[in-house]
C-alpha cells in the first residue's frame, strides 16, 4: 500500500481490505495485489469493491455531518450579517417602516456580500459532500469502475510537475507583496471606461484583499496543474495572458469603477480546459471533466449573487476567449497521447513571462510613486 503515510505491506488480500475498511481518511492511495502486474488504485480492483465502498461510505457521511454543522453555522453567520445590517439601516432612517427596511436591505451591498460568502464558504463545501456520500452509497461494480478511472486520474495529476504555474504564482505573489508595502493598488488598478492601456497588464497580477488573493491562488494552481499535464506547460502563461488581457478589454468597456485580479485569466485556463478536453476525450475520464462544467455553474452563480463585487465582463470575456484559442490551436484527437509542446509555443510562452514580468514591475513602480 502507497499512501500518505508511506509504504507499508500486508500479509494477506484478507489483510489488505481490512486495512481498506479502515481508511476514513482515504490515505491509501495505491495498492498491489499479486492478480495484478502494477500498483493501482483500490477504486480499480473489483475484488476490493466491497472494502473500498464500506470506507468511503464512512468518509463521505463523516465529512458530510462535519458540513452539516458548517451549514448551520453558515447560517448562523449569515443571519447575524443580515441583522447587523438591518440595525445600520435603521440607525440611519427618520421614519422606519417594514417595506422601507427591505427596500434597504436589496440596495445594499452588505447583505449581498454576506450572501455571496456563505454560498461560498458553507452551501456550495456542504452541497458537494452530499453529492460525494449518495454517490457512494450507490457504488456498484460498474460505478465503481467510472470511480477507479477517476481516482487513477487524479493520483496522476497530483504527480506531475508545475513550473509554470509555480513561475505564474511567484509572479501574482511579488505583486501582492508590493500591495501590501506601498497599500497603492489603485494607482495600477484597472480602470473601467478609461484610455491607460497598461492597466490591463497590471491589473491581472493584483488583488483586493487576502481573501480574494487565496481563492485565486488555488484556483490557479488546480487549473494550472491540469493544463501542464494535459497541454503542456507553455500553455500556462500563454492562456492566462491571452485570456486576462481580453477579459480586461471586456471589463474596461462596462461599468464605471476599478477593476483587479486574476479572475479573467483563471477563467479563460477553465475555459481552455473545457474545449481542450473535450476535443481530446481519452485523456481525461468523463467524470472528470463534468467538474469543469460544476467549476463554470458555481462561477456563474457567485457572480450573479455577488454583481455589486464581481467584475462578471472579465469573467465572461477571459472564459470566452481561452475556449476560442483551444478551438483553433488545439483540433480534436482520438489519442490517448498527450499533444507535444513545440518550439513555437516555447518561445512565445517564455515571450509571455517576459510580459508578465514586465507588467509586474511596472505596478510595482506605479504603486512606489503613488
Known amino acids: 500500500m502507497v499512501g500518505g503515510k508511506g509504504v507499508h505491506g500486508v500479509e ?9 475498511r479502515t481508511d476514513t481518511n482515504e490515505w491509501i492511495g495505491l495498492v498491489w495485489t499479486p492478480e495484478h502486474p502494477h500498483m493501482e488504485v483500490p477504486e480499480a480492483v473489483p475484488e476490493l469493491l466491497d472494502a473500498v465502498k464500506e470506507s468511503r461510505v464512512k468518509a463521505s457521511a463523516q465529512e458530510l455531518q462535519k458540513q452539516n454543522g458548517q451549514l448551520r453555522l453558515g447560517l448562523l453567520l449569515l443571519l447575524a450579517f443580515l441583522g447587523y445590517a438591518g440595525y445600520e439601516i435603521v440607525q440611519f432612517r427618520k421614519v422606519f417602516s417594514p417595506m422601507g427596511l427591505l427596500q434597504d436591505l436589496i440596495k445594499s451591498a452588505t447583505p449581498a456580500l454576506g450572501f455571496l460568502l456563505f454560498v461560498m464558504f458553507f452551501l456550495l463545501p456542504w452541497y458537494e459532500a452530499k453529492k460525494r456520500w449518495r454517490e457512494v452509497r450507490a457504488w456498484t461494480v460498474e460505478t ?19 513550473y509554470a504555474t509555480k513561475v505564474l504564482m511567484g509572479l501574482i505573489g511579488l505583486a501582492g507583496a508590493v500591495q501590501v508595502l506601498t497599500g497603492k493598488t489603485d494607482a495600477a488598478a484597472l480602470i473601467k471606461g478609461g484610455e491607460e492601456r497598461w492597466r490591463l497588464l497590471t491589473a491581472p497580477l493584483l488583488h483586493g484583499h487576502i481573501l480574494h488573493f487565496m481563492m485565486n491562488a488555488l484556483g490557479l494552481i488546480y487549473l494550472g496543474r491540469r493544463i501542464e499535464a494535459l497541454a503542456r506547460w507553455p500553455q500556462v502563461p500563454i492562456v492566462f495572458l491571452f485570456s486576462a488581457w481580453i477579459g ?27 474545449v481542450f478536453e473535450t476535443r481530446h476525450a481519452q485523456l481525461v475520464p468523463r467524470k472528470s471533466r463534468r467538474r469543469l462544467i460544476a467549476a463554470v455553474l458555481g462561477t456563474a452563480l457567485i457572480g450573479i449573487i455577488g454583481v455589486r463585487f464581481i467584475d462578471n465582463a472579465a469573467h465572461a ?12 490551436v488545439f483540433p480534436r484527437s482520438e489519442s490517448s497521447v498527450r499533444p507535444h509542446a513545440t518550439t513555437v509555443d516555447r518561445v512565445v510562452a517564455l515571450l509571455c513571462f517576459a510580459v508578465l514580468v514586465y507588467a509586474l514591475l511596472l505596478a510595482a513602480r506605479v504603486m512606489m510613486a503613488a
Open 12 to 20: 494477506n488480500a484478507q489483510a489488505l481490505r481490512e486495512a481498506l
Open 144 to 162: 465503481m469502475r467510472d470511480a477507479g478511472d477517476l481516482a487513477r486520474f487524479d493520483v496522476w495529476l497530483s504527480w506531475q510537475k508545475i
Open 248 to 274: 480586461g478589454e471586456c471589463s474596461v468597456h462596462v461599468g464605471t469603477g476599478l477593476s483587479l485580479g486574476a479572475s479573467g485569466g483563471l477563467m479563460g485556463m477553465l475555459g481552455f480546459l473545457l
Open 317 to 328: 470575456g477571459g472564459l470566452i476567449a481561452g475556449m476560442l484559442y483551444a478551438f483553433v
